[in-house]
């Protein structure tokens, strides 16, 4: 039973001694019945008594206990706050840190970039040089080409007029003199 059980058992058990009185003093025993505005003074005396007595203790514990409560709940605040606090420190930690990870591999990033800049301008240079190269080769060797064919034209149009000397009767002296220079012409280049 709580406390309002007790409360409730001592308020009816005051009743039951005043409705007694009240019987006895109907039966012409002695009784004292003081109702004022029909209350009864006892009752409602020994009412207060019992609040005060026991209303003092439920409210000195339901203070304490609240009082208590109270103190719990303050401490599990401040303990609450101080993990909220580490945790944002560690994350303000975290978040510096990703900073310059992030910073050292943009700058890694941008060293690379200039790096392959630098390489792909050296392979085309080199590229640009091997063309040159190349080109001036192919330009040599189609000289030598258009050279060479210009010397077997001109050593066909030689012997073409040698042959059609010999045939218009030049003399055999003149006719060796001929072949000899243009021999000498042709084989000396």
């Known amino acids: ?3 309002m059980g007790n409360f409730l058992l001592l308020a009816a ?3 039951a001694v005043h409705s007694e009185l009240a ?3 109907a039966e012409g025993g002695f009784g004292l019945n003081l109702d004022i505005l029909e209350t009864n003074v006892i009752n409602l005396a020994i009412l207060i008594g019992i609040l005060f ?3 003092r203790k439920v409210l000195s514990n339901i203070l304490t206990e609240r009082k208590s409560n109270i103190a719990t709940a303050i401490q599990d605040a401040e303990k609450r706050l101080k993990d909220a606090q580490a945790a944002l420190s560690q994350a303000q930690e975290q978040l510096t840190q990703a900073q310059a990870e992030a910073e050292r591999i943009r700058k890694a990033a941008e060293e690379n970039a200039q790096a392959t800049k630098e390489a792909l301008l050296a392979k085309a240079a080199q590229d ?3 063309l040159k190269q190349t080109a001036a080769a192919d330009l040599n060797t189609e000289r030598e080409r258009a050279l060479t064919e210009l ?3 001109v050593a066909a149009l030689a012997l073409q007029k040698v ?3 010999l045939r218009s009767g030049i003399a055999d002296d003149v006719q060796q003199a001929i072949i000899d220079r243009s021999i000498a012409q042709v084989g000396g280049r």
């Open 163 to 165: 042959e059609s000397q």
């Open 151 to 153: 010397r077997q034209r």
């Open 53 to 55: 007595y026991f209303g």
């Open 13 to 15: 058990e005051a009743h």
């Open 128 to 130: 640009v040089e091997r």
């Open 1 to 3: 039973m709580g406390i």
């Open 23 to 25: 019987e006895g003093a």
